[in-house]
């Protein structure tokens, strides 16, 4: 994939996550927030499904395994998603969408004291800016607003979600899982909106186009965009562009929905943002393997100089 290609799918994909949080929010005066979450992903889980079954990708044989994927959706699309929705209704677009985004820096720290996975100190710097990037962007709440707590559930949501793909992930087809978790976390959404909440969704053609965007360009085509980037290029290179979400989603609350862009949210996001970057880039893990390899090299050379010479 040449350079060109790769930077238009990487800006493709990001503005998709995020925009998602200010048209969500503008499809709020249509529906209620759990029931437009339930009919996104149901309806972008169906047609995803519809598609591996066509495709006849591999589904998994054991009710373990359906039972593994059922629990995903309903941690990254059932949670996570249910959570972006109820914030919406009492903070901005920009707010949540950096909330949301700040899921790598929690998937660190979860990752260390659940998993006793090891991380470097350039991630766990980037952890400490991104945490005081959120404390910087909330600093600027005169009062708490329950939507700041379903912001930060979100992300807790999502870094757990993705420890359990880590764990479980290579047991299935990637296009697999990703139609059934949302399909999965659509169902749960649904059960959750006639249960928590006074359902109700005005239907017209301006509600009507909302739900499709959602469901097919933020949910469908940025999933297969994120997914073709990761099998094509390095999944960690690929992956510190992800600070790229929240950047798009302040500006299109701020193009949108002129939401305010107070200082706090500038400098906040920016920490923010460096900070999701340094926890997902692999460049100086890369360093070190050439680094290794050079110093191997080095030592083989120098090992075969010495029995050409006898030794000496």
């Known amino acids: 994939m040449n350079t060109f290609k790769f930077t238009t799918l990487i800006l493709l994909t990001t503005f998709l996550m995020g925009s998602s949080f200010s048209v969500g929010k503008i499809g709020l005066a249509y529906s209620s927030p759990l029931l437009l979450a339930a009919l996104r992903f149901t309806l972008a889980g169906i047609i995803m499904a519809v598609i591996v079954i066509a495709l006849k990708r591999p589904h998994p044989s054991s009710r373990g395994n359906w039972i593994r994927m059922l629990i995903i959706g309903a941690l990254q699309t059932a949670g996570v998603m249910g959570c972006i929705f109820l914030s919406l209704r009492t903070i901005t677009a920009s707010e949540s969408s950096i909330l949301t985004f700040t899921n790598p820096l929690l998937v660190v720290i979860l990752g260390t004291v659940f998993l006793r996975i090891r991380y470097r100190l350039y991630q766990w710097i980037g952890v400490l800016l991104g945490l005081a990037g959120v404390s910087i962007t909330m600093g600027a709440q005169v009062e ?163 029995v050409y010479d006898g030794g000496n």
């Open 144 to 306: 708490f607003k329950i939507g700041i707590l379903f912001g930060i559930l979100s992300a807790v949501f999502w870094a757990s979600s993705t420890l359990l793909v880590k764990k479980w992930g290579a047991l299935f087809d990637t296009w697999v899982l990703s139609a059934y978790q949302m399909l999965f976390g659509g169902l749960l959404l649904f059960v959750c909106s006639f249960t928590l909440e006074k359902s109700n969704f005005i239907l017209n053609g301006y509600s009507l186009s909302i739900l499709l965007w959602l469901s097919i360009m933020s949910s469908i085509v940025q999933f297969a965009v994120w997914y073709y980037l990761l099998q094509k290029r390095d999944p960690g290179k690929t992956s510190a562009y992800l600070f790229l979400a929240p950047f798009f989603g302040v500006l299109t609350g701020w193009l949108l929905l002129d939401d305010p862009l107070y200082p706090s949210i500038i400098v906040g996001g920016l920490f923010i943002i460096i900070g999701i970057y340094l926890v997902n880039n692999n460049s100086q893990k890369k360093k070190l393997r050439k680094s290794q390899k050079s110093i191997g090299k080095i030592c083989f050379y120098w090992r075969r100089k010495k």
